[in-house]
């Protein structure tokens, strides 16, 4: 390419100052540093667990203890489980008004525009700090409706959704899994409980934030959603955290149950802080007729290992993932999915987009399973990458498993950077190389960037802004 | 002998282990290994190719099935040649090798070293055939240096019968400008290991890699090609095309492997198998890991049942559904096989699946 | 003074040279025709003028409006006035025609568009070209067709009015009616004080059109110019022929 006096000039970082502002922590109490039955007894006694769930917790600190660590993806050398405190509590009970909640926390969720987004727009929000949900609140017509929203400490004691969350908890991500579940299943603590009755359909979103604030803190919530037949609903997952320079665990574990003919969709936007290991977990048992959305941003982290897996039980149930990755400087994230088709006439559709910068490592890795009874099924996956420099990488990892003839699976993958007749195209018409880039860059984002929550699509726009200003060359 | 060769056909990179497609310990129980003998093999090799009975010192390469694979055959050939095409020949037969085993001859270990000096080109033939009954076991190692500007076209084709295990191991590394072009043809075998890597280490240097595969019964295949983009300018292009039938499986990994510094590099890979009953299992597993902004990759696979379009467009024109399919399948396997310098190596390869589609009741299903 | 000076023009591509010294100058208000058989470098000079890195200015210089142009980006010539119409114009997935129309405008004019008129203007060009309204939230020549992605350029010609449009085979794989409508919108353009030069194989699109000057290049050269009527020479004679008469 002819030398147009590009500069190479690399900005610092992307602003990330509305996450990185820091509260002092300000813990009623902390476990020790370190994984120990010790301290998984102490977390449950303090919660105040029923017993089942005391014993659920020992038993998975023993799968922790016997199962390896993963032999593949980004490297988790930087993360000791010794350094790790499992539990901090803030001093604060969970309350459903944002002027019970304690001004360091309720400005931090200020800062992140969560209060307004629920007056806004959202049917109910929950606001988990650390390890435990200092806010949930749910509009009273939703609420009317049958629809439960609360955090499921409270589901938990409670006598009519209690058995429900015992009949669910971790029975479609059981401990065994893997490694980090593991540990989920002996340590977790906040997250949400939803339940939407059959037939009912929640018209606004839920949101729940999770920010984690104590340095050298695991984040372990644990998100339990019903559906039921008929009934549909659309929930919001948001995250973040300041950085700090030890290393900070997200072990978080979804359990997501779409009943026979009910839609749920489940957006994520990730933005955890550069010093974060995410290692979350998602999984949704989607019956006869129903439909599962997932829609996934991720921006954030030091390391991610995210692949939300859609299990299409019933006949005709149907999975959608739209998904974004964006790796930049000291990233690796290593995100995709998993599906199986368990039923006939099952359909999945899946799409995703990464752009790699500035030394930025991304991994698309997916897995399609097509099982032997599964006939008529369909599946199409389609991923592309983007190249912005030659320090970073992007690789592709997808494996299909098709156990029948009678099926329609397509699969279609593209890397490269940005094409030199593009950006050439778009200058001549008045466009500079900086801007002709951001452009092509945004409209590679498009169809994704849509399917966030406007907010964060606004946002996840700025952001790449941010990001190719002057930034490449 | 008991042997459990281990991590044969590893992926480049690792992906979740229940996915089984990491790379597979397999256990072999091998017949004696006897030298093989004259009415075991044909070998022709043209007058302008130069053979060497020694050790040629050429470099390291790495291999598709790995190094256990590799060391197996380093250790107890018994066939195989190591020749040297010289600077800018280009002899107009084929090399042309075929091994056929039987009850005296059941293993069949052949060690082949091909290198090809600056600007000539060569073709090779490689055939494995066994007499039908025999338990035979062929593991082969077959390594390929183009130099600058020189090609090498491989075709190996296994027909091997149903009793035998097959290894078919295949590395290469090209020079400036220089290009393999491969042909695998896998048809036959029991259980079936087959794979080849290639090092584009020169500037502007290319790898076509085009594999067709045929399983039926309960025969297995498992199969393993690498790309490795090192030099500016390289070129690959995969293509793997298969059908399955009755309660055959494959895995199919094919890796192209942008390394950095491989500017202006391009890398197509293109799968499509055809299955034919509920009882197969196809495993794809297609990567691309890329160090490099500069670069072009592309991958595309599509399995299923047969276009009914297709079929119908056919039946159109009077042929009934199973003679339909069968052409359908054999119009797939053409561009590989045309590629088959051998008039009677073509047949026998049409012949192997002529016969085999007769037998088969799943395609009529 | 001219508005475009090409002078001694040199260029290469991958080190092979393909224009050989190309001296070509348009006035103000004038039209241009250029002709030549494929392979002369026909693509390759309006592609230099707008500045394609792919092509290396070994020699010689382009002055455009009174300023020497021949290492500025292809930015700042769009905004010096410059316009190029595409042979192959890129798709640009995810950025739809509006959108793009608008951030090109106010980078060129460096002035914030208004909105609603910007909409309404853009709405009632697309209406002159028959294109459907639709088409303005479409991702820039996405799926397109051949005759579409042409009509789009015209458009974003139009909506840029710039001093001088240069059109590379805008009206090839055209059917009659869009050769039609294309023709038409570069007639609404031309006026007298802006310029064209339109490379062409067939003289439909010249229909409407007052044409200056006529040049012929061949093998990176101009080999002739002359009026209008040079084009029913090369019609008759064909380009060989004409080269070989220039030569002799």
Partial sequence: MRDTGVRKTYVEDIDRSIYDVKDKVNASFQVEKGLTAKIVNEIAIKKNDPEWMRLFRLKSLQVYNRLPMPSWGPSLDGLDMEQIITYIRPDTRMSAKWTEVPDDIKNTFERLGIPKAER?????????????????????????????????????????????????????????????????????????????????????????????????????????????????????????????????????????????????????????????????????????????????????????????????????????????????????????????????????????????????????????????????????????????????????????????????????????????????????????????????????????????????????????????????? | MNTTFQKINSLPVSTWGWLGVNGTDVPAEIPEIVPCKKENKIVRVPDSVKLFSGVLPVPELETALGTDAADFVQDHWNCGITAVVPAGTRPEQPIFLSYHMDESNPAIVDRNTLVAEEGSEVTVVMSYLSKEGVSGFHSGLTRLFAGKNAVIHLVQVQLLGDTCVNFDNIGAVTQENGAVDIVQVEFGAKSSYAGCKTRLLGKGSRMDYNTIYFGDQDRSLDMNVVAEHAGQKTNSEISASGALLDESSKIFRGTIDFLRGAKQAVGHESEYSLLFSPKVRSRTAPLILCGEENVEGQHAATTGKIDENKLFYLMSRGLDELAAKKLVIEAQFRPATEKIPDDALRRAVSEFVEKRLNKIESLSQ | MSLLEIKNLRVSADDKAILKGINLSVGQGEIHVLMGPNGGGKSTLVNTVMGHPQYRVDEGSIVFDGKDITREPTNERAKAGLFLSFQNPEEVPGVTLENFMRTSRTAITGKPVKLFAYQKDLKGKMEELGMDGEYASRYLNVGFSGGEKKKSEILQMLMLNPKLAILDETDSGLDVDAVKIVSQGVEKFKNRDNSLLVITHNTKILEYLNVDYVHVLMDGKIVKTGPRSLIDQINEAGFQQLAAAAAG
């Fill in chain 1, 120 to 473: 806004d727009y959202l049917s109910g929000v929950g606001a988990q700090y650390d390890s435990e949900v200092v806010y949930h609140n749910l509009r009273e017509e939703v609420s009317r409706q049958g629809v439960i929203y609360t955090d499921m400490e409270s589901a938990i004691h409670d006598p009519v959704y209690g058995p429900m969350v015992k009949k669910h908890f971790m029975k479609l991500v059981p401990p065994e899994d893997h490694k980090f579940v593991a540990l989920h299943g002996a340590v977790w603590s906040g997250g949400s409980f939803v339940y939407v009755p059959p037939g009912v359909n929640v018209e606004v979103p839920l949101q729940s934030y999770f920010r984690l604030n104590a340095p050298g803190a695991g984040q372990f919530e644990h998100t339990l959603i019903i559906v039921g037949a008929g009934a549909s609903l659309h929930f919001i997952e948001g995250c973040s955290a300041p950085k700090y320079n030890v290393a900070n665990l997200h072990a978080g574990c979804v359990e997501l149950y779409v009943g026979e003919n009910a839609h749920l969709r489940y957006s994520t936007v990730e933005n955890w802080s550069k010093n974060m290991y995410n290692l979350n977990t998602k999984r949704a048992l989607v019956e006869k007729g129903a439909s599962m959305e997932w829609v996934s941003g991720s921006f954030g982290s030091h390391v991610s290992y995210l692949y939300p897996m859609s299990i299409l039980k019933g006949e005709k149930a149907r999975m959608e993932f739209t998904g974004i990755t964006f790796a930049g400087k000291g990233q690796s994230l290593d995100t995709g999915m998993k599906v199986v088709h368990a039923a006939p006439y099952t359909y999945s559709n899946i799409s995703t987009k990464s752009i790699s910068k500035d030394g930025g490592n991304c991994t698309y890795r997916s897995s399609v399973k097509i099982l032997p009874d599964a006939h008529d099924c369909k599946s199409s996956v389609s991923c592309e990458s983007l190249m912005l420099d030659d320090r970073s990488r992007s690789d592709t990892i997808p494996v299909t498993d098709i156990q029948n003839d009678n099926v329609d699976i397509g699969h279609e993958a593209k890397i490269g950077r940005i094409s030199d007749d593009a950006i050439f195209y778009l200058m001549s018409r008045g466009l500079s190389e900086e801007d002709a880039k951001a452009m092509i860059v945004t409209g590679f984002a498009e169809p994704i960037a849509k399917e966030l929550p406007m907010e964060y699509a606004v946002e996840m726009n700025n952001l790449i802004r941010l990001e190719m200003e002057g930034s490449i060359g």
